[in-house]
């Protein structure tokens, strides 16, 4: 078992200059605009114009920013980031629980219809989200439910890229053999599920409730459809509407709380992904490998 | 769920364009149940006492401190104010529940430009009806003759934007040039400076709707020509002319920074004296105390360059009404509020916190004319505004579908800014694109 992964990782160690190079400036590509929102995040209004972009003013304003960020208004930033945890728990938390108990159950039972359940959910991952959005407003409307945060948590619980990604992952993490065993030791259906397939499972869930996660918490467009009321907002639609204050006749221009808006709003999601990072490599690999 | 945004709402402005197009389709063939009942004041005060509560869209800034003085005087009236998007998302959005038949607010912030594509479009409530015609004389010449479209009265002027020449003194003084009072002098000044320092413009321009509609209005032109269904649009008419002229200069010169207005670097610019001077309406001085805290003292505010040599003809420039949607719950109650905010003593209150008035008493009175801006080195701005305000050129209207028309300004005479075409053919192409959509919506386009 250790020798040939010996060899194979001897073999990848090997170095190529062009491929440290293009990794090189992936690196570079994807950290400027990192680097870019903190430097500019410790800036003043006054200073985000008078000062180069990518380096520090001389007026170190971060924390008077953060300060000002989440009191402005009377600290409806504190309000949109409730909504967006509100959001993610129940919708990203809630697509993932589906798409675990969907894929569970599409990979091992067997019923009919179950092709035509595949089709569909294959077709459902090529529509695009957006091209559903004005009839699913239209449809919300006549419900009642728009303006409300069910209308933003009831359509991000459906993840047909998650269903379908839980799916494979099940057929292959779940050897049939051990719920045979199971089941002739007696153990229920549920039992079985939570006991010995759901240990198994975890990578493959750990990778859809990232995926969902981030969804969830980038959504802009399902909520700027579905809600008027700011006391509703996620953070992009609230981060945006501050943005639009600029662009106002006699409005407020406060680049440099949407600037630190912006950079509170993505430092959860990065906190998620290193924490659950290692979760992540392995369901990859393993979603990844056939036996 | 939504990864590639661009794409994402490429596909969304073109469902939203169908709902909007379906909607104005069903609202021009429902020609029923068009006469409004009349409603006295006395009905008005008793939704007042009966209290209630109404949903407000707006997203002008000072309305929050109006809403609130409102609720203290009716303590049994909640006003629910809600910023629903800033102009075109919000009218979409209004668009969108007018079509849904739910979800309407009793209230809704409305630019003039767009005002006639929503009173057209049988979406408002005629003002008539509730006694608004004894409002005459209450509002400025210019906004109240923008809210009085299609035979009657469809929202309440809230704010108004009579234009002005803000400039930067500093600038100014440093290269030794004289305040334009004229466009030619103004097109000379552009040159010294762009030639003095090749970083600064006299100012910026990329294409934009409201600022090319309003200088054609100050030349006298009337491009458009409004009567029920029936729409002329000539863009080629004397004071398109005069404006394309000397706007032409200016680009082909390249005396224009090419900077987006309302951009970050638009902002920059107005800061570090890139952007010279704008022309723009009377609100513009909260934006930059705000947007530009640096350049406070260094700016000042001249009346508008003139066509004509001694003349003092003005132009209006943004400013927004409030109306009241068909479809709104409380259509008493909003009136009541409406009245408040636009001509009551909800103006003041707007007016102390930054809202440029419409209402001929505060534009008249001894306070307001003598409020001294320190961001303009301690300057009565007012007293330009006001004159500009009384300047203003009347009988300018504007399409039935402004909106659109202003969506596709930059697709066509937005071509001018980038490339050698020149503006006339920009505004050919504009008027044929604006014709082509007018009457695929049901009006004659002569």
């Known amino acids: 078992m250790t020798s040939p992964r010996r060899s194979l990782r001897a073999k990848q160690t090997r170095r190529s200059p062009l491929l440290t190079a293009l990794t090189a400036l992936m690196l570079i590509y994807s950290l400027v605009p990192l680097v870019w929102l903190v430097i500019n995040a410790s800036k003043t209004q006054e200073g985000l114009f008078t000062s180069f972009g990518l380096w520090f003013d001389g007026d170190f304003a971060l924390l008077r920013n953060i300060h000002d960020t989440l009191t402005y208004d009377n600290g409806v930033f504190v309000r949109w980031l409730l909504n967006t945890l509100l959001y993610v728990v129940l919708g990203a938390g809630g697509a993932t629980a589906l798409a675990t108990l969907g894929g569970y159950a599409l990979a091992k039972f067997d019923f009919p219809g179950k092709r035509g359940v595949f089709a569909v959910v294959i077709g459902a991952v090529a529509v695009p989200g957006t091209a559903l959005a004005v009839p699913t407003f239209l449809m919300f409307s006549k419900l009642g439910l728009t303006n409300t945060p069910w209308a933003v948590i009831i359509p991000s619980l459906i993840s047909p890229f998650g269903l379908y990604l839980m799916w494979t992952f099940a057929a292959s993490a779940i050897p049939g053999e051990l719920l045979e065993a199971a089941r002739v030791d007696g153990a229920g259906e549920l039992r079985t599920f939570v006991r010995i397939c759901m240990p198994l499972l975890a990578p493959g869930i750990v990778t859809v409730a990232l995926f969902t996660m981030v969804a969830t918490w980038n959504n802009y467009f399902l909520p700027l459809i579905m809600l008027k009321d700011p006391d509703w907002y996620p953070l992009t639609l609230g981060l945006n509407a501050w943005n639009d204050q600029a662009a106002t006749a006699g409005g407020q221009a406060i680049f440099h709380l949407v600037i630190t808006g912006s950079l509170l709003t993505i430092l959860p999601l990065l906190a998620a992904f290193l924490f659950l990072q290692r979760y992540w490599q392995s369901g990859l690999a393993a979603g990844g490998v056939k036996d | ?446």
């Not at chain 2, 389709?25 to 004041?41: E, F, L, R, Y």
């Not at chain 2, 305040?179 to 100012?203: C, G, M, Q």
């Not at chain 2, 020509?225 to 200069?249: H, M, P, R, Y």
């Not at chain 2, 010279?276 to 705000?290: D, F, Q, R, Y």
């Open chain 2, 1 to 446: 769920m939504f990864t590639n945004r661009r794409a994402f709402l490429r596909t969304a402005a073109l469902a939203t364009a169908a709902i909007t197009t379906a909607a104005l389709a069903a609202c021009g063939s429902d020609d029923s149940g068009d006469t409004t009942t009349p409603v006295s004041a006395d009905q008005v005060q008793a939704a007042l006492d009966k209290g209630g509560s109404i949903t407000v869209w707006a997203w002008e800034p000072t309305l929050k401190q109006a809403v609130a003085a409102f609720e203290a005087k009716y303590p049994k009236v909640k006003v629910n104010l809600v910023n629903a998007g800033t102009g075109n998302d919000q009218y979409t959005a209004l668009q969108n529940a007018v079509a849904a038949g739910s979800g309407v607010p009793d209230v809704a912030q409305i630019e003039y430009y767009a005002l006639p594509q929503f009173a057209l479009g049988k979406s408002l409530t005629d003002l008539t009806a509730f006694g608004a015609g004894e409002l005459d004389g209450t509002f400025t010449p210019g906004p109240w003759s923008s809210v009085k479209t299609g035979g009657g009265t469809f929202g309440l002027p809230m704010d108004s934007g009579p234009m002005a020449l803000f400039y930067n003194k500093e600038v100014f003084d440093k290269h030794k040039i004289e305040v334009p009072t004229t466009w030619d002098e103004y097109a000379a000044a552009a040159k010294k400076l762009h030639a003095a320092d090749p970083k600064a413009y006299i100012t910026n321009d990329t294409g934009d709707a409201g600022f090319t509609t309003s200088l054609i209005w100050q030349a006298g032109g009337k491009p458009f020509a409004v009567d029920g269904t029936n729409v002329k649009i000539n863009l080629a008419d004397e004071g398109s002319a005069k404006f394309a002229g000397t706007w032409q200069k200016l680009l082909s010169d390249k005396l224009v920074a090419p900077v987006g207005s309302w951009s970050d670097g638009w902002y920059k610019g107005l800061g570090d004296g890139s952007i010279a001077t704008l022309v723009i309406g009377a609100w513009m001085p909260a934006n930059l105390e705000s947007g530009v805290p640096g350049a406070k003292g260094k700016w000042r505010v001249a009346p508008m360059p003139q066509w004509t040599a001694g003349a003092s003809a003005a132009a209006e420039n943004g400013g927004s009404s409030l109306a009241i949607p068909k479809a709104g719950p409380n259509n008493a109650l909003a009136y009541a509020f409406l009245k408040y905010a636009t001509a009551g003593e909800g103006v003041k209150i707007r007016v102390d916190n930054g809202a440029f008035p419409a209402t001929t008493a505060e534009l008249k009175s001894a306070e307001f004319l003598g409020k001294e801006f320190g961001y303009f080195g301690g300057q009565k701005a007012n007293e330009i505004f006001a004159k500009s305000a009384a300047d203003v050129v009347p009988g300018w209207s504007y399409l039935p579908f402004q909106v659109y028309a202003n969506s596709i300004f930059n697709d066509t005479v937005g071509q001018a800014y980038v490339t050698d075409k020149p503006l006339t053919d920009g505004l050919k192409a504009w008027q044929d694109a604006s014709a082509k959509y007018g009457k695929d919506q049901g009006f004659t386009v002569g």
